[in-house]
């Protein structure tokens, strides 16, 4: 497993960087060597946050984030969450008999109450017709239908792309590549 740990808006020390290592450095007991694990602090007044991106070589991508006062608290929050999701994909992968490289499931326990939430049911489907718009024009669309996101066919590049409102009040944008 390979960890990436970058700061934003803060110094990294290297207690906090050893905490992180070693901490999801257990998850290594679940995952390939060659996984990729991206690592992201951040630090707002009171508030630390600690956001983990696992990209695996094949399958989903696996992510938690959490905000507490104690950066040390969070680490250990998104330590769980992370520990949790992996027992879900492993449950959802075997029991569609997946091939997924980057889980060495034989490391992870099954826990019948994790089986239980990955019942996926699909209670609505939507089609609708797509006008190419600007980035802007959607947004406002957007914003017109009171949604948290949009889609729509991009006026520049004619590929489908998403715009979402975002915690801090901010728009993003999500392009395929």
Known sequence: MKITIS???????????????????????YLHEETEVRVTVRAKKSRQTIEVTIIPISGPIIRAEDSEENLYAAIDVVYD?????????????????????????ENIEVDENDKQDLDIVIERTKKFDMK???????ILQMELLGHGFYMFRDVES???????????????????E
């Not at 075997?94 to 997924?100: A, G, I, L, S, T």
């Not at 190419?132 to 959607?138: D, F, L, N, R, V």
């Not at 715009?163 to 993003?172: A, E, P, Q, S």
């Open 81 to 105: 969450k992370l520990n949790k999701q992996l027992r879900k994909y492993k449950n959802k992968l075997q029991d569609k008999h997946k091939k997924n490289d980057s889980i060495r499931y």
């Open 7 to 29: 700061g934003k808006q803060m110094e990294l020390t290297d207690g906090i960087k050893d905490t992180i290592n070693e901490k999801l450095g257990r998850l290594d007991f």
């Open 132 to 138: 190419p718009m600007s980035k802007e024009e959607a």
């Open 158 to 176: 004619d590929e489908i792309s998403i715009v979402y409102k975002r915690h801090n009040g901010g728009y993003g944008l999500i392009e395929q």
